[in-house]
């Protein structure tokens, strides 16, 4: 997105740097990466970070005030309701397409957003592996709020794993060395230093919950959730094990499974502001709209995008069985923000927040990107495509006010207005 910077890279790039790029990924955990990652990052400048950053405040501004808890309430399916829940999540992400404004510029729009974990170690990981492999300039960053490598992680740490011994802090999944994402797992277990375990390893004895390590109880103290309830729910063969996601046990949840409902596309509806598209839950919907061909039908709760109807008919609307578990989003067009040697591409970008115990708002650390020359923009969709896939984004470094050093962004309004182009 900044012509200069996207000419050099795509002049110096080859195909057998991004092989020994990807062959030394492959080889540092011993795995190889199931998901596309693509030949190159994103730069983006000084004005539309401030964009995306104001879009996310904005959304964020809706989350914190004192009448979401009792809007989102309403969200948590009843026999899905998980006790102790805190005060607001641990973790967020959203994600914002990347469209053109209409001026000669871009602009980010809502696609979805969740208070639950994404790819918080891996994402850090592999903006170094950008690094290491390729030209970046040294006045991008890809974290916001003046985070450098070593206290991002100070920060994740202290979300992530808090007072607790990381050895009784436990990334929880469903056959964690199975998912595709696994890639972060080794990230997370190499930075954090905590365990992964599967949740039919957990053993229940009243309301504390162990895992086994060297054929020893080890007592779980706090747990980083990777389980999503879409997957739990279609696995049968998981429906009877010694603890279920929604008993009551002595742990500390990061994020409490409450706030995947929460803050979910079921907060969309509530969302008005130029950065969101317009969105209806379908059981509120008064008529079906004329122009279905510009909307987009989405199941509240699915896994990797599944029950998504791009091109809506009206017997799709009608046919919903739960329409209170759907909405109807005003479709979005991705703007061709990159160009490849192979054409131009489409993008996403998720912003990632932490959001510590007492703290008034997430701040801003982290981010992913996406990269798609198809209809869908996930890493699964693009296998055979090139110059697609799984990136980051490199912003263009700020001074931020107060900061000895230069940041890639600002978390606040404040910040913002006094960052200098």
Known sequence: MISSIRAEYNSAFTEEKYFRFLEDMNATFGYDIEFRVSETPIFIDKEFRKKIERAGEEIVDVLVAPEFKAQSFAAIPPDLRVGNEDEHTNLLAIDFAICEDGNGGFTPQLIEMQGFASLYCYQEWLAEMYRKHFPIPSSFDNKFNGFTHSTYLKRLKSVIVGNQDPEQTILLEIEPWKQKTQIDFYCTREYLGIPVVCLSELIREGESLFYKKAGK????????????????????????????????????????????FRISKYTMPFLKNQFVPETHFVKDLKSIPDDLENWVLKPLFSFSGQGVVFDVKEEDVKQVKDPSNFILQRKVTYAPAVQSPTGPVKCEIRLLYLWDKGEKRPQLTLNLGRMSKGKMIGVRYNQNLDWVGGTTYFLKKIRIPGNQGFGAGGGSSKALQSCSN
């Open 217 to 260: 109880k080890i007592p779980v103290k706090r747990i980083y959730n990777r389980v999503i309830f879409d997957e739990l729910l279609q696995r049968k063969d998981f429906a009877n094990l010694p603890f279920h996601l929604t008993e009551d046990v002595n742990v500390e949840w990061v994020s409490h499974p409450n706030w995947f």
